[in-house]
């Protein structure tokens, strides 16, 4: 899909910033009989730049983490409204 983006800036004059993208891998909460996640190493670029690869990231106000937990989520609200433990 990337490289469908790239032929489309191409033609049409188009910059897409890279710096502006993010990777996150949603990885499965639980692992009950699923084989190990033994992945190579992830490289994705648009425009020449690659796209930097996070374990989370901000999205419509909330975190979402590669690990479905909501622990950085819920962490980020209470410091936001000034609740402590």
């Given at each position: 899909?990337?490289?469908?983006c790239?032929?489309?800036?191409?033609e049409?004059?188009?910059?897409?910033?890279?710096?502006?993208?993010?990777?996150l891998?949603?990885?499965?909460?639980?692992?009950?009989?699923?084989?190990?996640l033994n992945?190579?190493?992830?490289d994705?670029?648009v425009?020449?730049?690659?796209?930097?690869?996070?374990?989370?990231?901000?999205?419509?106000?909330?975190?979402?983490?590669?690990?479905?937990?909501?622990?950085?989520?819920?962490?980020?609200?209470?410091?936001?409204?000034?609740?402590?433990?």
């Open positions: 899909m990337l490289a469908l790239d032929e489309f800036a191409n049409y004059s188009v910059a897409f910033n890279a710096n502006k993208s993010k990777c891998v949603v990885q499965p909460r639980q692992n009950k009989g699923l084989p190990s992945m190579p190493p992830l994705f670029h425009g020449g730049n690659d796209i930097e690869i996070v374990s989370e990231l901000p999205h419509l106000g909330h975190i979402i983490s590669s690990h479905c937990f909501d622990d950085a989520d819920i962490f980020h609200r209470r410091r936001l409204h000034g609740w402590a433990n």
